[in-house]
Nanobody, 125 residues
Framework: VQLQASGGGLVQSGSSLRLSCAAADFNFDDYAIAWFRQAPGKEREGISCITHNGGTVWYADSVKGRFTISRENAKKRVYLQMSNLSPEDTAQYYC???????????????????WGEGTQVTVSS
């Protein structure tokens, strides 16, 4: 199983970025994909998740209304469109895959079996 997050960078407050999670070597269509982030000195935070068929999405309160998750199963990709970024969004962002999650588990990192390398997002004020 391979997951690779990309699209991070250094942006100014108020800007937008789109992260991409590319998958390989597993049945992508069967897995929920989540985005987590971890800032220095802080715990890893689950910020969004999309079910295997895109039918259900979840967002953490910290990003609700600013971030949008989507997926293209034909391309084995999940996207996180981030808008109105603030310095508080600065973190390493990771994507993770799990066969099934629900509204009680999607935000728990221990729930996820597969993890990709992260991509750094830095937002300057």
């Amino acid at each position: 199983v391979q997951l690779q997050a990309s699209g991070g960078g250094l942006v100014q407050s108020g800007s937008s970025l789109r992260l991409s999670c590319a998958a390989a070597d597993f049945n992508f269509d069967d897995y929920a994909i989540a985005w987590f982030r971890q800032a220095p000195g802080k715990e890893r935070e689950g910020i969004s998740c999309i079910t295997h068929n895109g039918g259900t999405v979840w967002y953490a309160d910290s990003v609700k209304g600013r971030f949008t998750i989507s997926r293209e199963n034909a391309k084995k990709r999940v996207y996180l469109q981030m808008s109105n970024l603030s310095p508080e969004d600065t973190a390493q962002y990771y994507c993770a895959a799990e066969w099934r999650v629900d509204d009680r588990t999607w935000f728990r990192d221990i729930q996820y079996e597969y993890w990709g390398e992260g991509t750094q997002v830095t937002v300057s004020s």
